[in-house]
């Protein structure tokens, strides 16, 4: 089955510190993997994905295949970065279907 | 260009009442999704339209919810009894084209069954 793990329902970093969100998977296949980001009174949306291997305000993921994880990696936290952040595994065997992580609630403190 | 549309924005029935959402979807955006998100937890996938036609409708309850994408444009999830544990988001997204994993949410309908 396809499961995706955010270990983390909240994390609080203070402005300019470091901050990683975590995310494993399990999944069939060779899935694509995807962060969205949900920022407070707005609407779901991508923040990146891993084929893209680009930094998207700031923020990269790394895929190890060998770990099955995907984090969120930003060196220097921003207050507007505070958000809902879901990890979503897609493809492989489910072909065109998304797959959520619980999400993780980032506070970043001023 | 225009996001995705839902209406109602939040809706409270009684257990056992009816009731239907409605999604517009980005214009030109082949496939359709409708999520069901429980507090707490990450949107779950429900049923996925590509033009008119069902792609994956393996987690709709199918004794109680149903939905339809008339034309290919426009769609209706609709559920009926609803019971005290589809208190939920229901979320629609539309993407351009099957396999297109960067979907546009809408703001989602808050329904509450007392």
């Known amino acids: 089955a396809q499961r995706v793990t955010q270990p983390e329902k909240l994390l609080s970093v203070f402005k300019g510190a470091p901050v990683e969100l975590k995310c494993n998977y399990s999944y069939s296949g060779s899935p694509e993997l995807f962060w969205y980001v949900q920022y407070s009174r707005q609407r779901l949306q991508l923040l990146l994905r891993?084929?893209s291997r680009e930094s998207i305000k700031g923020f990269t993921a790394d895929l190890n295949k060998g770990e099955t994880s995907f984090h969120l990696k930003k060196p220097f936290a921003q207050e507007e970065d505070s958000a809902m952040y879901y990890c979503?595994?897609?493809?492989?065997?489910?072909?065109?279907?998304?797959?959520f992580g619980q999400g993780t609630i980032l506070t970043v403190h001023p | 260009e225009a996001g995705v549309a839902q209406s109602p924005r939040y809706k409270i029935i009684e257990k056992r009442q009816s009731v239907a959402f409605w999604c517009n979807p980005i214009s030109g955006h082949a496939t359709l999704y409708w999520y069901q998100q429980i507090l707490g937890q990450g949107p779950k996938l429900l049923i996925q339209?590509?033009?008119?036609?069902?792609?994956?409708d393996s987690q709709l309850p199918k004794d109680r919810f149903s939905a339809e994408r008339l034309k290919g444009v426009d769609s209706t999830l609709k559920i009926q009894p609803a019971k005290l544990e589809d208190s939920a988001v229901y979320l629609c997204?539309?993407?351009?084209?099957?396999?297109?994993?960067?979907?546009?949410f809408g703001p989602g309908t808050r329904l509450t069954v007392t």
């Open positions: 979503a595994p897609a493809g492989g065997t489910s072909y065109g279907k998304l797959t």
């Open positions: 891993h084929i």
């Open positions: 339209f590509q033009n008119n036609g069902v792609v994956d």
């Open positions: 997204a539309s993407s351009l084209a099957y396999g297109s994993y960067e979907q546009y």
